[in-house]
């Protein structure tokens, strides 16, 4: 079973529309055989009608929590990349860059950027359908294997290089 990390904009939105997103992609993403590790479950956020903002205290207690379920999920999902978002933009370099898990960006339909844009370069799989997201990951990784050869396979592509730029950084 893929352990799924749904990574979600939150702040300054309405608490509302957060849990209402939340929870129908937690369900499908559950009907579909995914394992899915949600922080607006996880933070127990209410449906309230009140704007999303999260205090020191509560971000101490759950930004931890955040990287762990990150680092316990084979994929991260971002659900709102058309958002800018300091949580899910440090989410996506904490598990795509630090930890080497592919990242899929799932935009809301017909939102996917041009083909010029650094996203087609950068990003592992964009999309802009949630089923479509689905497909490629029980397609590319599916099962352990599967995730084993890609990992090994970014591994192969990236450690000599990562360690060769630490090196230069010491000038």
């Known amino acids: 079973m893929i352990k799924i990390y749904l990574a ?15 929870q129908q992609d937690k369900q499908f993403l559950d009907q579909a055989g995914f394992n899915v590790l949600c922080p607006v479950t996880e933070e127990k956020i209410k449906a309230e ?21 990150i ?3 084979n994929l991260v999902f971002d659900m ?11 989410e996506v370099a904490y598990a795509r860059y630090l930890l080497w898990k592919p990242v899929i960006r799932i935009f809301p339909e017909g939102q996917i950027p041009p083909k010029s844009s650094i996203a087609h370069f950068e990003d592992d799989f964009i999309c802009d359908s949630l089923l479509e997201a689905i497909e490629y990951s ?12 890609w990992r090994l396979n970014m ?4 450690l000599l290089k990562w360690l060769w730029f630490q090196i230069k950084e010491w000038k």
């Open 8 to 22: 979600r904009g939150m702040t300054g939105r309405i608490k509302e529309n957060v849990v209402k997103e939340a």
């Open 80 to 90: 709102t990349p058309h958002l800018k978002s300091e949580g899910v933009a440090h």
């Open 155 to 158: 591994i192969n592509k990236s």
């Open 49 to 69: 009608n009140k704007v999303l903002q999260s205090t020191y205290q509560h971000m101490v207690k759950y930004w931890a929590r955040d990287k762990q379920m």
């Open 71 to 73: 680092r316990e999920s």
């Open 138 to 149: 029980l397609r590319v990784h599916g099962i352990l294997w599967k995730r084993a050869k």
